[in-house]
Nanobody, 119 residues
Framework: QAQVVESGGGLVQAGGSLRLSCVNS????????VGWHRQAPGNERELVAR?????TTNYADSVKGRFTISRDANTVYLQMNSLKSEDTSVYYC???????????????WGQGTQVTVSS
């Protein structure tokens, strides 16, 4: 079973930047898409940014122009600039994998990394 690990969270002042990283223990060769989600206390988990195997990216309106999702061979990144207090949340990486043509898509979640933006 794939293991997804996020890193890079922390405490930053408003206006600052952080870069989150997401690594899948089985690499990204069977990746269909990877999404960064976030969930603040009392709120539903929401999709922040997504990149598919072809490199197409999508962003939530609230982060467009400030966040950038990218990938290399083994890692998916979320560069977060101009951070706001409302970006404070636990950020989760979700890797969608399709092992073969016949196999269904399976989603693997990481444990989350805390991002706190102080105003």
């Amino acid at each position: 079973q794939a293991q997804v690990v996020e890193s890079g969270g922390g405490l930053v002042q408003a206006g600052g930047s952080l870069r989150l990283s997401c690594v899948n223990s089985r690499g990204l060769r069977s990746m269909v898409a990877v999404g960064w989600h976030r969930q603040a206390p009392g709120n539903e988990r929401e999709l922040v940014a997504r990149i598919d195997s072809g490199g197409t990216t999508n962003y939530a309106d609230s982060v467009k122009g400030r966040f950038t999702i990218s990938r290399d061979a083994n890692t998916v990144y979320l560069q977060m600039n101009s951070l706001k207090s409302e970006d404070t949340s636990v950020y989760y990486c979700a890797v969608d994998v399709k092992a073969s043509i016949e196999a269904p898509i399976r989603r693997y979640w990481g444990q989350g990394t805390q991002v706190t933006v102080s105003s």
